[in-house]
Antibody
Framework: EVQLVESGGGLVQPGGSLRLSCAAS????????MSWVRQAPGKGLEWVAN????????YYVDSVKGRFTISRDNAKNSLYLQMNSLRAEDTAVYYC????????????WGQGTLVTVSS | QSVLTQPPSVSGAPGQRVTISCTGS?????????VHWYQQLPGTAPKLLIY???NRPSGVPDRFSGSKSGTSASLAITGLQAEDEADYYC????????????FGTGTKVTVL
């Protein structure tokens, strides 16, 4: 059974940093593009970032470029999102998801971790 | 800011058919990029419902179907059931935004 389990969310002050993790199991993690998608409270889904299987390609939504960094450790079957200079508008549930390349859809999703940016 | 537009809500009685539209532009759906659909039940993570415009993953009932034409796509739910009450999102790719996967605005389906 495919499992994606996010962790690392919490309350952080504006300007602060947080590192999210996503532990993958039940599939060959190193063979998949991976992504982060977020959902602000009561709002819709927003794609945040993608990373290629070997980490050689990374893409970000404009609003997080220069502040967020996506990375992965295939040996640990783990995906990460380093979030710096956090803003109130970054408050959201963050989901990790496996991304099918070329066709570009999210096949499996984690349960999400809540990040709250507030003073 | 979503570049794919969906109606905020649709509703129907049990057993009825409802459709959800997803309107894009020449840089996403109209450019030939596939459309995918997700179902998000209350308080849960999104789940893949339709991929590649009209394909259902294993386990998704055939009451759900997808189509695409021009710059728009649609999700149809036939034989509406109480458990279908959820938020639904379309998703595609937009060539005007670097590396950009884009989601629709989302539609709340209410079973009357």
């Amino acid at each position: 059974e495919v499992q994606l389990v996010e962790s690392g969310g919490g309350l952080v002050q504006p300007g602060g940093s947080l590192r999210l993790s996503c532990a993958a199991s039940g599939f060959t993690f190193s063979s998949y593009w991976m992504s982060w998608v977020r959902q602000a409270p009561g709002k819709g889904l927003e794609w945040v970032a993608n990373i290629k299987q070997d980490g050689s390609e990374k893409y970000y939504v404009d609003s997080v470029k220069g502040r967020f960094t996506i990375s992965r450790d295939n040996a640990k079957n783990s995906l990460y999102l380093q979030m710096n200079s956090l803003r109130a508008e970054d408050t959201a549930v963050y989901y990790c998801a496996s991304l099918i390349p070329l066709v570009l859809y999210f096949q499996h999703w984690g349960q999400g971790t809540l990040v709250t940016v507030s003073s | 800011q979503s570049v794919l537009t969906q109606p905020p809500s649709v509703s129907g009685a049990p057993g009825q058919r409802v459709t959800i539209s997803c309107t894009g532009s020449s840089s996403n759906i109209g450019a030939g990029y596939d459309v995918h659909w997700y179902q998000q039940l209350p308080g849960t993570a999104p789940k893949l419902l339709i991929y590649g415009n009209s394909n259902r993953p294993s386990g998704v009932p055939d009451r759900f179907s997808g189509s695409k034409s021009g710059t728009s796509a649609s999700l149809a739910i036939t034989g509406l059931q109480a458990e279908d009450e959820a938020d639904y999102y379309c998703q595609s790719y937009d060539s005007s935004l670097s590396g950009s996967v884009v989601f629709g605005t989302g539609t709340k389906v209410t079973v009357l």
